[in-house]
């Protein structure tokens, strides 16, 4: 090929990996809070074992509810469809503790201080982990809550409350837990 039509075909090239590292280097941007907070609970979820007759059938999807404040229904709804437990997650938006059948996992955001023992108590006797971003959750009988740290959120559990719900937290996210009461501890 003569030099006069290698340099275009090169100049192409460059240009292409200029826009397509460009990109590369982009900076996603930042992640909300509530994106944070739900990211978080899908989490959690995947060092907690439920019991087997949590779920109906082998295929039976992995359900997480949202009750509470507005502002968590997009980064919730972003889960669906992901796969947690090797079953695919279906979300269920503005649910009460009244419709909570089936779910797995409830995040419940920025509900009344009255409500949320109510709720806990609820849920956990369905056998649903509940996590919240509630002042005093595992005090008022939530199994997960997530706390301000000083520089990121931080979170505690409750394993009395897991144990009402049936369920079993590993280790390893014990140990990651700023602090853990329940079982005289």
């Not at 039976?60 to 997650?89: Q, W």
């Not at 409750?158 to 280790?171: C, E, I, Y």
């Amino acid at each position: 090929m003569p030099i006069y039509q290698r340099r275009p075909a090169r100049l192409l090239l460059a240009a292409l990996l200029a826009v397509l590292l460009g990109t590369a280097n982009a900076q996603p941007p930042p992640l909300s809070e509530a994106d944070v907070k739900a990211g978080l609970a899908f989490n959690f979820a995947r060092y907690v074992d439920w019991p087997k007759s949590a779920f109906g059938a082998p295929d039976a999807p992995f359900v997480i509810c949202h009750m509470g404040h507005d502002r968590f229904a997009t980064a919730f709804s972003a889960l669906t469809g992901r796969s947690l437990k090797g079953r695919r997650v279906h979300v269920r938006l503005g649910v009460s503790p009244e419709q909570s059948a089936g779910c797995h996992l409830a995040f419940i955001a920025e509900v009344p201080a009255h409500g949320v023992a109510a709720a806990a108590h609820t849920l956990s006797a369905q056998g649903v982990l509940t996590v919240s971003d509630a002042d005093g959750f595992i005090d008022n009988g939530g199994a997960i809550g997530i706390i301000p740290g000083e520089e990121r959120l931080q979170f505690e559990i409750n394993r009395d409350a897991l144990d009402r719900a049936g369920l079993d937290a590993s280790s390893q996210l014990l140990k990651l837990a700023h602090s853990v009461i329940g079982r005289g501890r």
